[in-house]
């Protein structure tokens, strides 16, 4: 079934910890997206791809990084997990401008 | 860049009656305006979108309206029942971008 897939759904790491989030769309979709969600709901823009080798930072500030070596796949990944990073994290995927963007389930981090 | 204001962030209502939900973008450039919901511990689904070529669309008991020219943007339910319970997001598209910009969201709370 086309879905969009995120990996882990939670995780808890220690602090200085490297760690990649995993974020796969049997979609066909070019345009892949992460989104961080803070407890008060608001959704953050973080990074964004419109297609392979394409990367750009979102409007919320990051100490992430993310690549799209595969149009399916859009990987983030944090070099040393702090506390500050607890949060569930959002990728979404769609087909082009003005077109439904389609959410996986999250990844919620804890970092202790 | 687009910023969309959302109001109210929490709304109560009894089950049966009317919730409208009022967003605000500033980019006139804008024209898709989908909106979300976001039930508890899941990811957000698209229920309803408009573009900026009509000015209202209904399915069923929710209904989206557009005005252009204010550069706002509703979401009414009507005859609620207590399963609409959940967070909502609007948000904004540039066909020229290919980045959703949502608002803050707004906790619906139904009452049986």
């Given at each position: 079934e086309a879905d969009i897939y995120q990996t882990p759904r939670y995780l808890v790491i220690g602090t200085g910890k490297k760690i990649t989030l995993e974020c796969s769309q049997t979609m066909g979709h070019d345009k892949m997206y992460w989104y961080q969600q803070d407890p008060g709901m608001e959704l953050h823009l973080i990074h964004y791809s419109y297609g392979v080798n394409s990367t750009e930072k979102g409007d919320l500030s990051s100490e992430s990084t993310v690549s799209r070596i595969?149009?399916?796949?859009?990987?983030?990944?944090?070099?040393?997990?702090?506390?500050?990073?607890?949060?569930?994290?959002?990728?979404?995927?769609?087909?082009?401008?003005?077109?439904?963007a389609f959410f996986g389930q999250g990844t919620r981090l804890t970092v202790v | 860049g687009?910023?969309?204001?959302?109001?109210?962030?929490?709304?109560?209502?009894?089950?049966?009656?009317?919730?409208?939900?009022?967003?605000?973008?500033?980019?006139?450039?804008?024209?898709?305006?989908?909106?979300y919901k976001q039930e508890l511990g899941k990811r957000p689904q698209l229920i309803i979108d408009i573009r900026s070529n009509v000015g209202e669309k209904k399915d069923q008991r929710i209904a989206v309206t557009l005005n252009k020219t204010a550069k706002h943007f509703s979401l009414h339910i009507t005859e609620t029942q207590p399963e609409d319970s959940a967070v909502y997001f609007c948000a904004a598209m540039n066909s020229g971008y290919s980045t959703l910009t949502f608002g803050k969201g707004t906790m619906l709370l139904v009452s049986p």
């Open positions: 595969r149009t399916e796949h859009f990987p983030l990944t944090l070099e040393s997990a702090r506390p500050s990073h607890t949060s569930q994290y959002l990728c979404a995927s769609n087909k082009g401008s003005g077109t439904e | 687009e910023n969309v204001e959302q109001h109210p962030s929490t709304l109560s209502v009894q089950e049966g009656d009317s919730a409208v939900i009022k967003c605000t973008y500033s980019d006139s450039a804008s024209n898709y305006f989908p909106w």
